[in-house]
């Protein structure tokens, strides 16, 4: 009886949820049959069972968009923008590292690391500008709003993975973006596993992969590794989903992950 009470209650607020959306819509003269997949998305939110396990290793956590394009690693060139990034990256380098260097770096808010440790600093946190790392970046923070002139979809952080440290396996919340990682920073036994493969990053370079599909990361080095990490929206998304997600975003997103991360993120590892 309560596992009824409790679906009924889910189908409750997505429904309410949904009907809110598509007033917004209206509004704004966007077509509600444009946001057919939306609706599917927001449903999964809410009831697991919706989730569509195209390939094994890609499990999104906590929502699944259907329609998308399920793999694991793609080739930069795909992404046109990715050859803006790798264009600045003599200029945005020393300004990153020197960031680094002088402010303090949280603990990642989800604690992944299981041996050592991983350290970010935040550009974008829930798609919300971050003052400081701006101000501080100003070439890096130029290119990436040329970048991503729709915003990231999540987050966009410098990514300090310690020496001889560990990212344990795990998929992201959602399917809705795709994470490019620009080389800062590269040791030798620096490894990336997404899906089935394994990839490596090189310095001044962009990897691109999904982070819905099963990955974790090695730094077997005794230096740091050093990434530009932006998750931006996936590709295969129309301008008018784009616009229903981030509407959505208050209520799909964790509001713990962004305590933790204003927070500092509690324990380091």
């Known amino acids: 009886m309560r596992r009824v009470v409790r679906k009924q209650a889910r189908r409750l607020k997505y429904q309410t949820l949904w ?10 003269r966007i077509p509600a049959r444009s946001l057919d997949r939306v609706y599917t998305y927001l ?40 050859a803006l990034l790798e264009q600045a990256y003599p200029q945005t380098k020393p300004e990153l590292l020197s960031m680094i260097g002088g402010v303090k770096l949280s603990p990642h808010p989800q604690g992944f690391a299981d041996t050592g440790s991983w350290r970010v600093k935040y550009f974008y946190l829930h ?18 709003k040329s970048c991503m002139p729709m915003g990231p979809s999540h987050q966009v952080f410098c990514s300090v993975l310690g ?9 992201g919340p959602v399917n809705t973006r795709l994470t490019c990682h620009l080389g800062l920073v590269i040791p030798p036994d620096a490894t990336l596993r997404v899906g089935f493969e394994l990839v490596t990053w090189q310095e001044g370079r962009c990897l691109v992969f999904d982070d819905s599909f099963e990955h974790e990361a090695w730094n077997k080095s005794n230096s740091e590794r ?3 990490l932006i998750q931006f929206w996936h590709p295969d998304l ?14 799909t997103t964790s509001a713990e992950y962004k305590r933790r991360a204003m927070r500092g993120g509690g324990e380091d590892h």
Do not use: M
């Not at 009907?19 to 509004?27: F, H, M, N, V």
């Not at 569509?52 to 694991?72: K, M, T």
């Not at 129309?238 to 209520?251: D, G």
């Open 19 to 28: 009907a809110r959306l598509l007033s917004r819509a209206a509004r704004k």
């Open 43 to 82: 449903r999964s939110h809410y009831d697991k069972e919706l989730f569509s396990h195209v390939h094994p290793l890609q499990n999104p956590r906590a929502s699944y968009f259907p329609g998308l394009r399920a793999c694991a690693v793609y080739d930069p060139r795909e992404i046109a923008w990715t």
């Open 127 to 144: 798609g919300e500008e971050q003052e400081e790392a701006h101000r501080l970046c100003p070439s890096t923070s130029a290119v990436l």
């Open 163 to 171: 020496s001889n440290s560990h990212i344990a396996p795990h998929c």
């Open 226 to 228: 050093i990434v530009l």
């Open 238 to 251: 129309t301008e008018a989903e784009v616009w229903a997600l981030k509407e959505l975003r208050p209520f």
